[in-house]
């Protein structure tokens, strides 16, 4: 069982930074992925970006530029730096790891990009 904690969310102006953490308990396998979704309100769960152990990553177009992910495998912990945020990335924000057989979630959390 894999239970996730995020922090870093908040409000932001546009233009400002964030860096979102999460911290995984429990076994982490070097198969996994981890990174982040994303939901806004009415819309669907959207994927922001995805690092493998080896840090092999992918980025949705929306975010690619703006964003970084990194992972710290002995901490068992992933990383999402955001830059140049805009209101459209107003959203709750998700860790999740992913394996073959299933996927964990954290419980989210909330960021506002608004002047």
């Known amino acids: 069982q894999v239970q996730l904690v995020e922090s870093g969310g908040g409000l932001v102006q546009p233009g400002g930074s964030l860096r979102l953490s999460c911290t995984a308990s429990?076994?982490?396998?070097?198969?996994?992925?981890m990174g982040w979704y994303r939901q806004a309100p009415g819309k669907e769960r959207e994927l922001v970006a995805g690092?493998?152990?080896?840090?092999?990553?992918n980025y949705a177009d929306a975010v690619k530029g703006r964003s970084t992910i990194s992972r710290d495998n002995a901490k068992k912990t992933v990383y999402l730096q955001m830059n140049s945020l805009k209101p459209e990335d107003t959203a709750v924000y998700y860790c999740?790891?992913?394996?073959?057989?299933?996927?964990?979630w954290g419980q989210g959390t909330q960021v506002t990009v608004s002047s």
């Open positions: 429990g076994s982490i396998f070097g198969d996994d992925v």
């Open positions: 999740y790891v992913r394996r073959i057989a299933r996927i964990y």
């Open positions: 690092i493998t152990s080896t840090s092999m990553t």
